[in-house]
DNA sequence: CTGAAAGCGCTTACAG
DNA sequence: CTGAAAGCGCTTACAG
């Protein structure tokens, strides 16, 4: 297919009857005679000139390209970072580059690598999973931002998950539940360690309190068949704890298919407090997490290192804070 | 910030003792003497080779990136699209570069020119909005996917939304509703002028009917406002008709906060048919529209188009289906 | 089948 | 302050 004719320095630099190399520089900042300038600016409006992104990051320095990993947009959560981290970018003159779960991991880091990403955001870093280190590898710039990974050698932002997990026990304990479960979210993901690790110790130091634990793998349907044959055990709890809203959601409808009151016959309590979750219909007790924020820091703290690669790696962790709804309650 | 070491063909092909040309007629499918297509295949492995795209890019053909056009990634419609539109351009190689609503129409298009995309799909085109007229006056193929503009000269797919706007009346009106009302969607956008003539039409066809419109602009809060107001007013309707799910989450929600039961003394149907429509805790009657499907025939217009450009203008318009769930019953 | 060469549209030293 | 020139990493005719 032929190239559709787009208007380049070159013309530009014609028409204003200068070299093109004066073209770049009226247009990335060097030094230019105030009336050159002028008439450089005039015969780039004139055509609405867009200098091409392939010849500019051909050429070196950067691309200007943002590598943001998030495997699932469907979770409400997500399109909120999308958008916080687009928000940032943009600000700074940066373009993203999302890679979702329609491609595997290896193919992902092939396309950032071909697109000469600046760097790459991850949301999504699983234990095991050797993508974050892959990209390093090849020297790529990453940030972990709401996931981490144990003494991964980068820039690391996430919400205080541990105080999470021990925030929502300590409301389901207060209220007097002693037969509790726990819907885990992906097995390596370091939010469904930690939320579970603290609620774990935090139920176990209770004492005579049975916890059940079952997989949701922060999916809908994989948390809903999980609650439903949950509840229809022969001794179902009386209240659960869900790693995220989601698959609090989910619970929440298994409970109203199998005709248990929420929560009067049993409470739920999430963790993220997306948007929805405080919609009337909805109204879920859970634990907020500073979405916008961590995306925000994510981003920031990457652009940071590029500009300065020798910084010294930071870890910062963000607080987190429970909202008390309408989904839990003292048991029946 | 210095280039970080990547590796070029140049070097795969001195390590494979061919020439550059060679290495990339092996990549791109040349002819090539088998036992040479080992050799450097070898060596591409070796090094996990990635082609520099902005190098492909810049020496002309095809940039094999698509502009995707979306407003509101958090109406969770949309995240459904980006999910279709990203597997079928996976499927054939081609990357997706997005534009949202943190910037501007007018930076999304110099920011897609300075990308040098090779088509747009557009899904949230908007009436006296002149971006997709913009688009094409750049010589950029373009496809309307989801919402349409009257006339205009590109490919198009959309649902069938006048029999989308007759079933929901049709359904209101059959269970003997006399005072309903429209929540209408954006006013450029040919769903919501679709929808509402159709809904309008029908209603008034049978007579004896109040039909009171407001505007939701398609938008969560803006609904919920609205919404609020209306069921505070001296003589409500019993029913009401939201041109997307996501008002009529929001009319569910403001009926619960004001205390109206649904369906008993508030029947509601929406318009999509979003996932969230089907949990127990919602819902919600309405009309289903094949959003993926929309989502994969727009990107395959587009494709085509781009393989032969002077392909006559294609306008698909696929079916609805109406859903009935728990939200709409006969007026008190 | 294979190589040498031109050129895509820029940025960046380097002269002047 | 400004211009001429090199070069980024590829693809694509063009020879042989």
Redesign the interface.
Known sequence: ?A????VTSVQIAREAGVAQSTVSRVLNGGSVAPETKRRVLEVVAKY?F??????R??V????GLIGVVIRD??N?F???M??AV??VL?ERGL????V?D??SAEEGL??L????VDGVVFTSALEGEPLAHRTTDH??PVVLCHRTLEGFPADQVEADNVTAGELAARHLLGLGHRRIAMVRGVAGASTAQQRGLAFRREVGGAGGVTLTEIDGAYDYSTAYEAVRTLLASSEPPTALFCHNDVMA?AA???A??AGVPVPAELSVVGCDDV??SA????DLTTVRQPLERIAQVGVELLLDR??D?DLPHRHEVLPVEFVERSTTAPPA
């Open positions: 297919m190239r559709r004719p787009t609405d867009q200098p091409s992104q392939a010849a990051s051909l070196g320095a950067r691309s947009l469907t409400p997500y399109p909120v999308v958008k687009e928000r943009h373009r993203l580059s999302l979702t329609v491609m092939a396309l690598r071909r697109e000469g020297g790529i959601y929440l409808n298994a109203a298919a948007s929805l919609w009337e219909r909805i590029l500009d690669p």
